[in-house]
């Protein structure tokens, strides 16, 4: 059996943790492990340490800002695909995480096993069909130019 790839949750709140960690546990198709950090400079560093299929990132951690460690991860090229997590539903804070490189917005309000883990399974294949993509004709990723 293959080892399961890895979830990266940057999330301040503990119970959010569990809940994702529920629902990761309950995908009908690939598995994954889930692995959950509380604060900005830890999750920054571990997303662009790690080699993660996807990271899940709250919008509002503690004294930080989810879309500042969106933009300032796709600054440095990782290739991790990113969702932002949000309670925050206004369509400002949807375009500003689209616009920073995120592959999709979800709010923790909305958040149902099929559409989640749909979600999931969508931004990882985006995500690998892009890097295949950019290997092929050599083109580098967003902030490698």
């Known amino acids: 059996m293959n080892n399961p790839r890895k979830i990266l949750l940057i999330d301040d709140e503990p119970l ?12 009908r198709g690939e598995s994954f492990t889930l692995e959950h950090v509380a604060d900005y400079a830890e999750g920054l560093q ?7 299929a996807l990271c899940l990132l709250d919008y509002h951690l503690g004294s930080g800002d989810g879309l500042q460690l969106l933009r300032e991860a796709k600054a440095r090229s990782c290739p991790t695909p990113i969702i932002l997590l949000t309670g925050d539903a206004r369509e400002e804070t949807d375009l500003a995480a689209m616009d920073g490189g995120a592959a999709d917005f979800i709010n923790k309000g909305e958040l149902k096993p099929d559409t989640f883990e749909r979600a999931v399974d969508y931004a990882i294949k985006t995500a690998d069909a892009l890097n295949q993509l950019r290997a092929k004709q050599k083109v580098p990723a967003p902030g490698q130019r």
């Open 16 to 27: 959010i943790g569990q809940l994702i960690g529920m629902l990761v546990a309950k995908f």
């Open 46 to 52: 571990r997303l662009l340490g790690g080699s993660y």
